[in-house]
């Protein structure tokens, strides 16, 4: 029986060992053979590729979206491969159905969106290729901005970093360059540029092929399940880890018909990875990077980089989008409230506005990544702190195949319910040494009316993954085959069936990863957990102002932080009573308002109750006093914010 056993067992590791020394090619075979067999909407590539009948009623039902649908440049793409790949057999109903459809900025476009990183590639990848293989004229800024593009991508990383959601369109757009572009110059950007993305992809995947990063832009969705998804397909051929996929996705028909060699991004995959990885560059070194561009196309790379509201930028946004008659887009529906005010405020507005117009930026980020076999930790390090997040993943750990992480905002038991636009309502401060994280949660005030005041902390985790589960006061360690995973709650309450914790001022959240390797035995790896110290404590400092800190001490590992008064973020927090004066409240004409707390100049913001934004000025305040005429005004409840560089008080007016 023994003898059988250990037979039994050399067989299985031999197998494993067959399976995972695949080649990339023997694994394009069995995807291809996949793909065809089982129906996807994603296969028209590789039938393309193999040279088989085409699913014409996916052909058709793509042409009939293509006036109406937001992202038909995921669509678009397709069709340029299949196109590039059929020899001519396509061209005469593809050409006019691809020539039908705009493919940059035009006037009072609001459906389609050109301006996002994954977006921009695949508009101007199938601009050039319609260019170069029909003789369709190029608008005159294409090719300037398409290499230029490239070059950033290659220089500097990508804005939408570790982007499960959008990283695999992106690609798409960069492999139709690197496959068919008659430009050799665009061909050779294309294919740095998609090896760049490709090893980001690898940087942050386990030995089981599962892949939960920090990121730019991400959706809840893609912290669900570590296979069977558009990205996962690509982890499969580059590398053979995880499970074969089934079926054709989008990214894996271009990344499986492609003729690029990537087989150095295949071999850059590590098991283990201690390291701080800085990506992009700043908002400033933008301007100048990009100051050779016509003054559209800069906007739009600003906007690829989620600049679109700073201060620093607002003014040639909302240029633009009065330029190109933009204001009714579906992207910029939470702008529109502030259409229509002269050019010059915009800048103070937006400075008022700064907990939620600033964070969207991108440009630059520093990722902790430490990786060792199937655990992983990552963090976006000091990013945003206290501001409104959109779509960023600051911190995410991966105990094998499950994703642990946190995030604010309101408690949904299905985390798909979540908003997409705003994962977190509030982004932490991170900063993570090794394999231990520190996680502090302040939220910035915001004027109450503004949809962003849920200030709840959750927590993903999910029991059923976990082979054992071990709760210890408010740390809960769990245990995936040999990968460990704890995380020390602020509370240990359950919110709609969700371990989160509500905000009273400020919360902190700890997260250590481990493994066998590292610890030897789950056992140790709690009595370690046991060991740890963890403080937090709240102090008022000689001014009077709020000082947060919290430490933790793990085996050899410390952190701490102190998070001073909120002006180190920008601003301090709100007062409802007593910080400015104003009357009369209620009032019918004229509101006057006392500056005399404020410092040389500040800036006054008035919202409504359905937060939109209807008075914004930036006045002295030497006076002491400002009139503010309201008789034009609708009855109702409104925000008046003032706001120096120092401090921001907010009051409610009633105008009857």
Same mark, same amino acid.
């Given at each position: 029986?023994?003898?059988?056993?250990?037979?039994?067992?050399?067989?299985?590791?031999?197998?494993?060992?067959?399976?995972?020394?695949?080649?990339?090619?023997?694994?394009?075979?069995?995807?291809?053979?996949?793909?065809?067999?089982?129906?996807?909407?994603?296969?028209?590539?590789?039938?393309?590729?193999?040279?088989?009948?085409?699913?014409?009623?996916?052909?058709?039902?793509?042409?009939?979206?293509?006036?109406?649908?937001?992202?038909?440049?995921?669509?678009?793409?397709?069709?340029?491969?299949?196109?590039?790949?059929?020899?001519?057999?396509?061209?005469?109903?593809?050409?006019?159905?691809?020539?039908?459809?705009?493919?940059?900025?035009?006037?009072?476009?609001?459906?389609?969106?050109?301006?996002?990183?994954?977006?921009?590639?695949?508009?101007?990848?199938?601009?050039?290729?319609?260019?170069?293989?029909?003789?369709?004229?190029?608008?005159?800024?294409?090719?300037?901005?398409?290499?230029?593009?490239?070059?950033?991508?290659?220089?500097?990383?990508?804005?939408?970093?570790?982007?499960?959601?959008?990283?695999?369109?992106?690609?798409?757009?960069?492999?139709?360059?690197?496959?068919? +572009?008659?430009?050799?110059?665009?061909?050779? =950007?294309?294919?740095?540029?998609?090896?760049? !993305? $490709? #090893? /980001?992809?690898? %940087?942050?995947?386990?030995?089981?092929?599962?892949?939960?990063?920090?990121?730019?832009?991400?959706?809840?969705?893609?912290?669900?399940?570590?296979?069977?998804?558009?990205?996962?397909?690509?982890?499969?051929?580059?590398?053979?880890?995880?499970?074969?996929?089934?079926?054709?996705?989008?990214?894996?028909?271009?990344?499986?018909?492609?003729?690029?060699?990537?087989?150095?991004?295949?071999?850059?995959?590590?098991?283990?990875?201690?390291?701080?990885?800085?990506?992009?560059?700043?908002?400033?070194?933008?301007?100048?990077?990009?100051?050779?561009?016509?003054?559209?196309?800069?906007?739009?790379?600003?906007? +690829?980089?989620?600049?679109?509201?700073?201060? =620093?930028?607002?003014?040639?946004?909302?240029? !633009? $989008? #009065? /330029?190109?008659? %933009?204001?009714?887009?579906?992207?910029?529906?939470?702008?529109?409230?502030?259409?229509?005010?002269?050019?010059?405020?915009?800048?103070?507005?937006?400075?008022?506005?700064?907990?939620?117009?600033?964070?969207?930026?991108?440009?630059?980020?520093?990722?902790?990544?430490?990786?060792?076999?199937?655990?992983?930790?990552?963090?976006?390090?000091?990013?945003?702190?206290?501001?409104?997040?959109?779509?960023?993943?600051?911190?995410?750990?991966?105990?094998?195949?499950?994703?642990?992480?946190?995030?604010?905002?309101?408690?949904?038991?299905?985390?798909?319910?979540?908003?997409?636009?705003?994962?977190?309502?509030?982004?932490?401060?991170?900063?993570?040494?090794?394999?231990?994280?520190?996680?502090?949660?302040?939220?910035? #005030?915001?004027?109450?009316?503004?949809?962003?005041?849920?200030?709840?902390?959750?927590?993903?985790?999910?029991?059923?993954?976990?082979?054992?589960?071990?709760?210890?006061?408010?740390?809960?360690?769990?245990?995936?085959?040999?990968?460990?995973?704890?995380?020390?709650?602020?509370?240990?309450?359950?919110?709609?069936?969700?371990?989160?914790?509500?905000?009273?001022?400020?919360?902190?959240?700890?997260?250590?990863?481990?493994?066998?390797?590292?610890?030897?035995?789950?056992?140790?790896?709690?009595?370690?957990?046991?060991?740890?110290?963890?403080?937090?404590?709240?102090?008022?400092?000689?001014?009077?102002?709020?000082?947060?800190?919290?430490?933790?001490?793990?085996?050899?590992?410390?952190?701490?932080?102190?998070?001073?008064?909120?002006?180190?973020?920008?601003?301090?927090?709100?007062?409802?009573?007593?910080?400015?004066?104003?009357?009369?409240?209620?009032?019918?004409?004229?509101?006057?308002?006392?500056?005399?707390?404020?410092?040389?100049?500040?800036?006054?913001?008035?919202?409504?109750?359905?937060?939109?934004?209807?008075?914004?000025?930036?006045?002295?305040?030497?006076?002491?006093?400002?009139?503010?005429?309201?008789?034009?005004?609708?009855?109702?409840?409104?925000?008046?914010?003032?706001?120096?560089?120092?401090?921001?008080?907010?009051?409610?007016?009633?105008?009857?």
């Amino acid at each position: 029986m023994r003898t059988l056993l250990i037979t039994i067992c050399f067989s299985v590791l031999y197998s494993i060992q067959f399976l995972t020394a695949q080649t990339f090619e023997d694994r394009r075979t069995q995807y291809i053979d996949s793909a065809l067999t089982n129906e996807s909407q994603h296969r028209i590539t590789i039938q393309a590729y193999q040279g088989v009948t085409v699913d014409q009623q996916t052909l058709d039902d793509i042409y009939a979206e293509m006036q109406t649908r937001s992202t038909i440049d995921f669509a678009i793409v397709q069709l340029v491969r299949v196109m590039m790949l059929s020899n001519g057999a396509f061209d005469s109903e593809m050409i006019p159905v691809l020539n039908s459809v705009p493919y940059w900025i035009n006037y009072s476009d609001t459906t389609r969106g050109f301006w996002s990183e994954n977006h921009m590639i695949m508009w101007m990848s199938s601009d050039w290729i319609m260019h170069e293989y029909t003789g369709r004229p190029a608008d005159p800024t294409l090719e300037q901005r398409l290499k230029h593009y490239l070059n950033l991508k290659i220089e500097y990383g990508y804005y939408e970093y570790f982007s499960s959601t959008y990283a695999p369109y992106a690609l798409s757009g960069l492999l139709n360059l690197a496959d068919f +572009s008659q430009d050799q110059e665009i061909k050779s =950007l294309a294919i740095a540029a998609s090896k760049r !993305l $490709l #090893e /980001d992809l690898l %940087m942050l995947t386990n030995n089981k092929g599962a892949f939960y990063p920090v990121a730019g832009r991400n959706y809840p969705s893609r912290y669900l399940s570590p296979y069977g998804q558009n990205h996962s397909s690509l982890i499969w051929l580059l590398t053979g880890m995880g499970p074969a996929p089934s079926k054709a996705t989008h990214s894996g028909g271009f990344l499986a018909s492609t003729s690029v060699d990537f087989s150095e991004v295949s071999d850059s995959w590590v098991s283990e990875l201690d390291t701080v990885y800085h990506i992009g560059h700043t908002l400033e070194e933008g301007f100048v990077l990009n100051e050779d561009l016509n003054p559209v196309d800069k906007t739009i790379f600003q906007w +690829s980089s989620g600049s679109y509201f700073h201060p =620093l930028v607002v003014t040639e946004t909302v240029s !633009l $989008l #009065e /330029d190109s008659n %933009m204001w009714n887009h579906v992207d910029f529906e939470l702008l529109r409230p502030l259409a229509g005010f002269p050019l010059e405020n915009y800048p103070s507005m937006s400075e008022g506005l700064s907990g939620l117009s600033k964070s969207s930026v991108n440009v630059e980020a520093d990722i902790a990544i430490f990786k060792s076999e199937q655990v992983a930790l990552c963090s976006n390090l000091d990013f945003w702190k206290g501001k409104v997040g959109y779509q960023q993943w600051p911190v995410c750990a991966n105990s094998g195949t499950s994703a642990v992480y946190t995030a604010s905002g309101r408690v949904e038991s299905d985390w798909t319910e979540r908003n997409t636009d705003n994962s977190n309502e509030h982004l932490p401060y991170v900063d993570q040494d090794h394999n231990v994280a520190l996680i502090m949660y302040r939220p910035e #005030e915001l004027v109450s009316i503004l949809p962003f005041n849920n200030k709840e902390v959750a927590l993903h985790w999910v029991d059923s993954v976990f082979d054992e589960v071990v709760e210890d006061g408010n740390w809960l360690i769990g245990r995936e085959d040999e990968g460990f995973v704890a995380v020390r709650r602020h509370c240990t309450d359950y919110i709609n069936d969700v371990r989160a914790c509500e905000t009273d001022g400020g919360q902190t959240w700890i997260i250590v990863v481990g493994n066998e390797t590292m610890y030897g035995s789950f056992s140790n790896f709690q009595d370690l957990v046991a060991q740890s110290q963890y403080e937090e404590t709240w102090t008022i400092n000689t001014n009077g102002d709020s000082v947060y800190y919290a430490s933790i001490e793990f085996d050899t590992t410390a952190i701490d932080y102190e998070w001073g008064p909120l002006l180190n973020t920008g601003i301090e927090e709100a007062s409802e009573s007593g910080a400015f004066g104003m009357y009369p409240n209620p009032t019918t004409e004229t509101l006057t308002i006392d500056l005399s707390e404020f410092d040389k100049s500040a800036t006054i913001s008035v919202i409504n109750n359905l937060g939109q934004l209807v008075y914004s000025k930036n006045v002295s305040t030497s006076q002491n006093q400002f009139s503010l005429p309201v008789s034009n005004w609708s009855d109702g409840i409104y925000s008046v914010t003032v706001r120096d560089e120092k401090k921001v008080a907010t009051q409610r007016l009633v105008k009857q």
